[in-house]
């Protein structure tokens, strides 16, 4: 599974639609203080289900949407969209490209969609689950989290070090086998 291409359109300061080509060999994101960078990262931990309007650096949901600015009117609606190449079909779904994509309006309302057909939040979840980019990955690390590692205990810093390497989930069959 590659990441292939990221549409945003009304999301934070990207009014304009954009589209982000992740060309082989690309590996970094660069732009002056307040360009957007972080507001790309964003833009993925929202399509891929995000739910704490906080850790997007919100109050509520709909201040995703492009709050306007001195030479544009605000907009009402928010969108991107995350198309992966599947050939190696790593998502389970039978198909060579998976494309999510959230929305947003002003009044709250929202809507999630797989390769073009509305879905629930739980189906993008599920989609992601165990595949290390869900929502409570560690294939994205913010600033915060890297400082969080760095003062952790050692026990803790374990715990990360096996949730990344995969080994949790099968600790935690380990655990469920001993208890039966
Ligand atoms: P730095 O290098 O300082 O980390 P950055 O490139 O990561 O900067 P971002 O934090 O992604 O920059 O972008 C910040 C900009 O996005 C600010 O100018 C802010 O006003 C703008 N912004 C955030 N949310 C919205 C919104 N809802 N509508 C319009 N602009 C927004
Ligand atoms: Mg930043």
């Known amino acids: 599974m590659k990441l292939k291409s990221l549409v945003i359109n009304g999301f934070k300061s990207f ?12 590996t970094a994101i660069v732009g002056p203080n307040g360009s957007g960078k972080s507001n790309i990262i964003e833009a993925i931990r929202w399509v891929l289900g995000e739910q704490s309007a906080k850790s997007l650096r919100g109050g509520k949901m709909p201040d995703v949407i492009f709050a306007g600015s001195a030479a544009r009117a605000a907009l009402n609606r ?6 992966f190449d599947n050939h190696d079909r790593y998502l389970k779904i039978m198909s060579d490209e998976v494309t999510v994509a959230r929305r947003i309006y002003r009044d709250g309302n ?4 797989i390769n073009g057909k509305q879905v629930r939040l739980k189906d993008i979840i599920n989609l992601f689950i165990d595949t290390g ?3 409570e990955s560690f294939s994205i690390i913010s600033q915060g989290r890297v400082e969080a590692i760095f003062n952790s205990k050692p026990q803790e810093r374990r715990t ?5 390497a995969g080994v949790s989930k099968y600790k935690k069959e380990k655990q469920k086998a001993e208890d039966e």
Not at 15 to 26: C, L, R, S, V, W
Request: net charge negative.
């Open 78 to 83: 928010a969108e991107v969209l995350i198309t």
């Open 110 to 113: 929202s809507e999630f969609l």
């Open 133 to 135: 980019l869900g929502r």
């Open 15 to 26: 009014a304009d639609k954009t589209e982000i080509n992740f060309q082989p060999g690309m």
């Open 160 to 164: 990360i070090i096996e949730e990344v």
